[in-house]
């Protein structure tokens, strides 16, 4: 198994036990079996059609990211949600742009 996927298959653990889910809970919410839910996560390789199925599943989105933007949407990541959607501290002051919108241009698609 590829550290990418070991990385992946860690982050749908992850994931999983945040929400609260145990393994038993994850077929009826994804369409498969427990034994191939168990195998997957284990050391599964995942087709994209049952990868975006189990983020489904677990309230989530598939997403490409450019590996020049990943430092960046971890970090937005890594601050989590504050009041009115802003990602400010006390310590780290939030910038115009980042107050109103963290994502804005992140990815590079805004039109």
Do not use: C, F
């Not at 809970?25 to 994804?30: N, Q």
């Not at 590996?67 to 601050?79: M, N, Y």
């Amino acid at each position: 198994m590829t550290s990418m996927a070991a990385t992946l298959l860690t982050q749908i653990k992850n994931r999983r036990l945040k929400l609260g889910l145990k393994q038993n809970d994850m077929p009826m919410r994804i369409g498969v079996s427990r034994q191939q839910y168990q195998r997957l996560e284990a050391k599964g390789n995942p087709r994209l059609d049952t990868l975006a199925l189990i983020a489904a599943g677990l309230n989530s989105e598939l997403m490409l990211i450019p590996k020049e933007k990943l430092q960046a949407v971890q970090a937005i990541l890594a601050q989590g949600p504050t009041s009115k959607g802003s990602h400010t501290t006390e310590a780290n002051p939030p910038t115009k742009a980042l107050q109103d919108d963290p994502w804005q241009g992140l990815l590079g698609d805004d039109q």
